[in-house]
């Protein structure tokens, strides 16, 4: 299972940094860390459960994972629902 460390950071277009991961089962992640995220300003991470492939993706809020985007993350924390969006039944 891919966790936190294998997220590939960048620069975002707003400050901070951000990073997408997408997995075989058709979901994926947005991790963000800025002035403007859910815990940025305090150092933790946003996730948002993105659902497609890289070049075709859409934020989604209707898995069991969760219904919105969780902020305030620590690394671990980010891991771990990295790991659960994994789990899911691949999309169709």
Do not use: C
Request: aromatic residues 14%; proline residues 2%.
């Amino acid at each position: 299972m891919k966790n936190f460390y294998d997220l590939k950071f960048v620069n975002g277009s707003r400050g901070g940094t951000k990073s997408r991961l997408f997995f075989e089962n058709g979901y994926g992640v947005s991790v963000v860390r800025s002035d403007f995220s859910y815990g940025g300003p305090q150092g933790l991470f946003e996730l948002a459960v993105l659902e497609g492939t890289e070049q075709n993706f859409k934020i989604t809020y209707s898995t069991s994972v969760t219904g919105d985007v969780e902020g305030y993350l620590k690394e671990s924390q980010v891991t771990e629902l990295m790991n659960k969006i994994q789990s899911l039944p691949k999309k169709m």
